[in-house]
């Protein structure tokens, strides 16, 4: 596979290193980040299955505080550390190479404001029938760790009141919802995407706060074909 260096979308001066033929970031990273919502009291952020980083990266152009990414796959921790180095972020972003569910070894749990996750979407199941190539298998596919392991994780690693983002394929919506209600997750925010009108929803992105009270509110459909950026998108969202 060949290396290389990308503009990183609609985020001037901002690049990215990916493979030619490997697994590549996608729009529903860039939407992950756009939707977290940033807060003076905000000490903390830890994004989880942060691939070559782009979520810490967009996150790094609206705050100054620490930002903490775990990434399994030492080729794309590598890919991520030489973007974070590029771009001059080493103060800002950290990358830990591990499995999420070993950050018992580097964190105390209660410890973060925000965590972030933009994750495997498919169950593993008949490995003849997932993609080829161990970095999407793994990227793609619950290999190495499962929707419940990734909520699990953001329970356990928040400080109460903390704030959850994610980002999944909307048909795994109700099991999503029921593990977040199992482990002290409340959805408080809720965003449907589309790729157009009349199209059936693709992507689910929501916030949840731990231990937060009942109150959810879904807000207008976001149709990806009448973008013009991404930037911005959740602000004043009804």
Same mark, same amino acid.
């Given at each position: 596979?060949?290396?290389?260096?990308?503009?990183?979308?609609?985020?001037?001066?901002?690049?990215?290193? =990916?493979?030619?033929?490997?697994?590549?970031?996608?729009?529903?990273?860039?939407?992950?980040?756009?939707?977290? =919502?940033?807060?003076?009291?905000?000490?903390?952020?830890?994004?989880?299955?942060?691939?070559?980083?782009?979520?810490?990266?967009?996150?790094?152009?609206?705050?100054?505080?620490?930002?903490?990414?775990?990434?399994?796959?030492?080729?794309?921790?590598?890919?991520?550390?030489?973007?974070?180095?590029?771009?001059?972020?080493?103060? =800002?972003?950290?990358?830990?190479?591990?499995?999420?569910?070993?950050?018992?070894?580097?964190?105390?749990?209660?410890?973060?404001?925000?965590?972030?996750?933009?994750?495997p979407y498919f169950k593993?199941?008949?490995?003849?029938?997932?993609?080829?190539?161990?970095?999407? =298998?793994?990227?793609?596919?619950?290999?190495?760790?499962?929707?419940?392991?990734?909520?699990?994780?953001?329970?356990?690693?928040?400080?109460?009141?903390?704030?959850? &983002?994610?980002?999944?394929?909307?048909?795994?919506?109700?099991?999503?919802?029921?593990?977040?209600?199992?482990?002290?997750?409340?959805?408080?925010?809720? &965003?449907?995407?589309?790729?157009?009108?009349?199209?059936?929803?693709?992507?689910?992105?929501?916030?949840?706060?731990?231990?937060?009270?009942?109150?959810?509110?879904i807000h207008k459909p976001?149709?990806?074909?009448?973008?013009?950026?991404?930037?911005?998108?959740?602000?004043?969202?009804?």
């Amino acid at each position: 596979m060949k290396k290389i260096l990308n503009d990183l979308y609609d985020y001037p001066n901002m690049k990215i290193y =990916q493979y030619d033929e490997g697994f590549k970031f996608s729009l529903d990273s860039i939407l992950l980040a756009e939707s977290v =919502q940033l807060h003076k009291k905000d000490q903390l952020i830890l994004d989880l299955c942060t691939g070559n980083a782009v979520v810490p990266l967009i996150l790094s152009t609206k705050t100054n505080i620490s930002i903490y990414g775990v990434e399994i796959q030492k080729l794309i921790y590598d890919l991520a550390f030489e973007s974070i180095t590029y771009n001059n972020r080493k103060d =800002q972003i950290n990358l830990i190479h591990d499995n999420v569910k070993n950050l018992n070894k580097y964190f105390p749990g209660n410890k973060f404001d925000i965590i972030t996750c933009n994750p495997p979407y498919f169950k593993f199941h008949d490995p003849n029938f997932i993609n080829s190539g161990e970095l999407k =298998q793994i990227a793609r596919h619950e290999i190495e760790i499962t929707l419940e392991d990734i909520i699990i994780c953001a329970s356990t690693y928040l400080k109460d009141k903390g704030n959850f &983002y994610m980002v999944h394929i909307s048909e795994r919506l109700q099991e999503i919802l029921f593990l977040l209600e199992q482990n002290k997750l409340r959805v408080k925010d809720l &965003y449907l995407v589309y790729p157009k009108r009349n199209e059936k929803s693709f992507l689910v992105l929501f916030r949840a706060i731990k231990r937060g009270n009942l109150g959810l509110k879904i807000h207008k459909p976001i149709y990806l074909n009448e973008l013009s950026t991404y930037q911005g998108i959740f602000e004043g969202s009804d």
